[in-house]
């Protein structure tokens, strides 16, 4: 990758408020839009109130996700709306552009004007850094709302993909008696493998109403009412899952249960982490086409 390239962080939170100074520290000529303007001073990094020399940018990178819904860019920092086409109608097909978690919406604009937006959530590296801090987010967020200590409780994991699995192994860490619900046998496998108990995703309903803490990382519902009736009241369940998230939370509010929706934990509870994953990830995609 050559040493100074003209990058614009269009959009987003303290994840690319922290990703565009790292990369003005990396000696890039980094500028930020719709990003408010909260920026610690560092040479080589401008905030620009206008897209007047986006032309000019070898790399444009948007927020995660990019959409905040309503054809709007995601700028939670802004105070503004930034309709997402306006945006694009200034970028260059031959800009190297990209964004995290790129739904069809936003895939179908792109295309319209010809532009290519490579997805940087997709990317292995940054999964996995990420789900480090989701992991740890969801010990804090326990700590924080159980009236109870982590060691000894009895928590259920949701799904044992890269979140599942690390957020089992540090709750356990902490003492308490971990049991993994998944879908694939050979994550069942490994579960149990590990020293956690393990049971089918399809056996959920039934055999919910132990548990002090549910943390959900399955991106689809897997609470719905009836397994919610199995829960006892003083349970907390967290989900991590991104949308539509893996509880039906209209039936947890009448059942009286504790959800929390824990979306973005990294860009929450651990912004310059998630950051330097953010920064690390699409320095790797630049080197990987030359630039």
């Known amino acids: 990758m050559k040493h100074e390239l003209n990058i614009w962080v269009v959009g987003g939170d ?7 100074l790292l990369l003005a520290e990396d000696g890039h000529t980094v500028h930020t839009y719709a990003l408010g303007q909260s920026q610690e001073p560092s040479p080589g990094l401008t905030a620009e109130a206008s897209l007047r020399f ?3 940018a070898d790399c444009v990178v948007l927020p995660l996700p990019v959409s905040g819904g309503g054809g709007q860019l995601n700028a939670p920092l802004a ?3 930034y309709p997402l086409a306006s945006i694009l109608d200034r970028l260059s097909p031959r800009q190297f552009i990209c964004g995290g978690r790129v739904d069809r919406e936003v895939q179908a604009l792109a295309q319209e004007r010809g532009l290519t937006i490579h997805d940087y959530f997709a990317r292995e590296e940054l999964a996995v850094a990420n789900a480090v ?3 740890e987010g969801a010990v804090q967020l326990a700590m ?3 009236p109870i200590t982590i060691h ?3 928590v259920l994991i949701i799904g044992f993909g890269r979140v599942g699995r690390l957020t089992a192994q540090r709750f356990q860490a902490l003492g308490a008696r971990v049991s993994v619900a998944a879908r694939k046998y050979d994550q069942l496998a490994w579960a149990q493998a590990m020293g956690f108990g393990g049971e089918h995703l399809s056996n959920l309903k039934g055999w919910l109403c132990g548990y002090d803490l549910i943390v959900n990382t399955v991106p689809a519902q897997v609470l719905g009412r009836e ?10 369940i967290l989900d991590l899952a991104s949308k539509p998230g893996g ?3 209209g039936a947890a509010v009448e059942l009286g249960l504790t959800v929390i929706w824990a979306l973005s934990l990294p860009g929450k509870v651990a912004p310059v982490t998630a950051g330097a994953a953010l920064r690390d990830t699409i320095c790797n995609m630049l080197r990987e086409i030359g630039l």
């Open 14 to 20: 303290l994840r690319q408020e922290k990703l565009s």
């Open 54 to 56: 986006v032309d000019k």
């Open 79 to 81: 105070g503004s709306e």
């Open 133 to 135: 801090p989701t992991a």
């Open 144 to 146: 924080e709302h159980l």
């Open 152 to 154: 000894g409780s009895r």
């Open 227 to 236: 397994e919610l009736e199995d829960i006892k009241p003083d349970c907390l």
């Open 247 to 249: 509880v039906e939370l």
